[in-house]
């Protein structure tokens, strides 16, 4: 298990597969924590056909049906404070990988 912040709308899993996405905190004021920003991008170094699990870890997250994420029919997908998302990375050749939506499990109040 892997705890990462957003940075520049990326988060960089490396080849963790179990990832807690934390809010950034503000540096003027260690109370607070600064605004999410949308993830565009996931960048990782594991193979094709294997699973992240990413968990919102404090906050809520928004990701983008953008660059390398697929998100089947959806232009972005939210994960409130402590949601999961699953995604499975996608080989298309060429040095271009895919993580496209797996499952996700939301709470309910």
Known sequence: MQSIYIEVNTINCKSNKLIF??????????????PSLPIKII???INAGEIIVIRA??????FENTNNIYLTNRTSFSLSNGEIASFIKIDIGNNNE????LSFTKTTP
Not at 98 to 101: A, D, G, R
């Open 21 to 34: 996405i934390n809010p950034v905190p503000d540096p003027n004021n260690p109370d607070h924590y600064l």
């Open 43 to 45: 960048d990782s170094a």
């Open 98 to 101: 895919t993580y496209q939506l």
């Open 57 to 62: 870890n404090g906050f809520d997250i928004t």
